[in-house]
């Protein structure tokens, strides 16, 4: 197995006293796309917002346990520095709706100090772009504000946002939910060059058991705020061993 | 019957705007010709003396709106802004509870009593009506209004962008300068422009506290002021033609600021769309 980007320990999470994670443990193994997929309310994006310690933006949160991230343990460390290690993508297209479609992409470099120049920047920006397969479409108007495009090329453009800082890891919280399957087939090809050329860990969450199955290397079955099932997509998908996943691979659940 | 309804309810909805609409039409047909007749010396004169035939300019309650008004804008804008933000940012903190009881308690106190709270803490003990004590009670005014409007307009930011920032690694002073703030700028605006034509049309709190002065057109902050709307108040009731004059045409004034304020903020800042 390859050396693990995330290594989480009994990672428990409980919100205004109801247990969301009880007991969660796993490895996501550097530049890989994991998969992590289970129905609606079973943790997963708990799981998500916890890697970049977003979770703690909610009131009466208690985490316990250990995650570490390329070996270092994310709770002992600031937590601005800890959310720079990733980028993230959300369920719902969120462009900064009073920043331009460059100042968009640019806002995520300036803040981690990515572009020392506006040239830098410029580079970075278009880069960003090209990655989320974004960039012949926007190229002409990268003043316009993001409401002039569509849900789905606003969802490349949260991507590039999040490609511009650069990050070691991507978080997806369910991020073709709201967009049609076009945009839906450019974001999963984006995902895969960027695992393969950029060497990006993924971490996808996401309730479609399809999309699981085809950009993932790794899947990671939640139910019920634990892990039921977990291992390489082709043998999940082929032999689960776990009927829950079975169910869930079939739609039932 | 569904044709009766819309009906009624036009005819209520034109029943309930018919009062501005009067306010509107007789001040202009009022104050307009005023205006017309005396150009631009009724804005740049001292109102003349009672035994006159013409009435003069309104320039001493002009300049004090002006003055009072922008100085109250300057101290209660930020301050009640910082204060918004606090709230929004420590919903649960103490001082957030305490300041918006504050607020709301001063959004209903008679404006009349703001200005005795100055004339008791300021013009006693320093033995004078100054314009500053007018700007500090005409600041008390537009603070509840500004705190209320802009935590509201904080309040609309939608959650998720405010995770957006957070989750490329803003500090919360970023988040808060960089994107909430901004988002909700129309917010802020509308909140400024309600406070400034609030401050602007208070006669009250200056009663006692600028008081009123016609003798110069403005004197300096540590001098009695006047404002258009004390200007109106103290003028009307007057017995003299020429001073009644003056009051009408400076109520024109009055109107004509007050939808400039909103305007201008519309101009100013875009809405954000999204």
């Excluded at chain 1, 709201?178 to 984006?190: G, K, Q, R």
Aim: proline fraction near 5%.
């Amino acid at each position: 197995m390859v050396s693990p980007a995330i290594e989480v320990r009994n990672l428990k999470v409980r919100i205004s006293g109801k247990d969301i994670l009880k007991d969660v443990s796993l490895r996501v193994p550097e530049a890989t796309i994991t998969a992590v997929m289970g129905p609606s309310g079973s943790g997963k994006t708990t799981f998500l917002k916890v890697l970049n310690r977003l979770i703690e933006l909610v009131d009466g949160v208690e985490v316990s346990g250990e995650v570490k991230v390329f070996g270092m343990n994310i709770f002992d460390m600031n937590v601005y520095e800890v959310r720079r290690l990733f980028g993230m993508v959300f369920q719902i297209p969120n462009p900064f709706p009073h920043l331009s479609i460059y100042d968009n992409v640019a806002i995520g470099a300036r803040i981690n100090n990515v572009a020392r120049s506006r040239k830098e920047l410029d580079e970075v920006v278009r880069w960003a772009l090209e990655k989320a397969m974004l960039w012949d479409e926007v190229k002409n108007r990268l003043r316009d504000p993001p409401w002039r495009l569509s849900g789905g090329q606003q969802q490349r453009l949260c991507l590039a946002r999040a490609l511009a800082m650069k990050p070691k890891i991507l978080l997806l919280d369910e991020p073709t939910a709201n967009i049609d399957p076009v945009n839906t087939a450019y974001l999963e090809d984006a995902l895969r060059a960027l695992r393969r050329d950029e060497n990006v860990t993924i971490v996808i969450v996401t309730h479609i058991a399809h999309q699981a199955l085809r950009v993932s290397d790794y899947i990671i079955m939640f139910y019920d705020g634990r892990i039921v099932e977990e291992g390489p997509t082709e043998e999940i998908a082929i032999n689960p061993r776990e009927d829950v996943t079975r169910r869930f691979l079939r739609g039932e659940i | 019957m569904d044709k009766l309804f819309t009906l009624l309810v036009v005819l209520v909805a034109v029943l309930a705007i018919l009062p501005i609409l009067h306010i509107i039409a007789y001040i202009t047909w009022r104050g307009l010709p005023v205006i017309l007749s005396n150009g631009l010396s009724f804005f740049t004169d001292l109102p003349a003396a009672v035994v006159e035939e013409k009435p003069g300019g309104i320039a001493p309650a002009l300049a004090g709106t002006i003055f009072m008004t922008f100085t109250a804008t300057l101290i209660a804008v930020p301050l009640a802004m910082l204060a918004a933000i606090f709230s929004i940012e420590f919903p649960n903190h103490v001082l957030t509870r305490a300041v918006r009881v504050a607020s709301r308690s001063l959004l209903e106190v008679a404006t009349v009593l703001i200005g005795m709270l100055i004339f008791v803490l300021l013009v006693l003990p320093t033995g004078r009506f100054t314009a500053l004590a007018g700007s500090l009670a005409l600041a008390i005014v537009m603070i509840p209004y500004v705190y209320t409007y802009t935590e509201l307009a904080l309040l609309s930011v939608p959650r998720t962008y405010i995770e957006a920032a957070y989750s490329l690694g803003m500090k919360r002073s970023q988040v808060v300068f960089y994107v909430t703030v901004r988002i909700a700028r129309r917010g802020l605006a509308r909140g400024v422009a309600i406070a400034v034509t609030k401050a602007m049309g208070e006669t009250a709190p200056l009663l006692f506290t600028a008081f009123g002065a016609y003798s110069v057109i403005f004197g300096g902050p540590l001098e009695p002021a006047s404002a258009l709307p004390l200007m109106v108040f103290q003028f009307i009731q007057t017995g003299y033609e020429n001073w009644r004059t003056l009051a009408w045409g400076g109520s024109f004034v009055l109107l004509v600021l007050y939808l400039s304020v909103f305007i201008i903020a519309r101009i100013l800042v875009r809405e954000v769309k999204y």
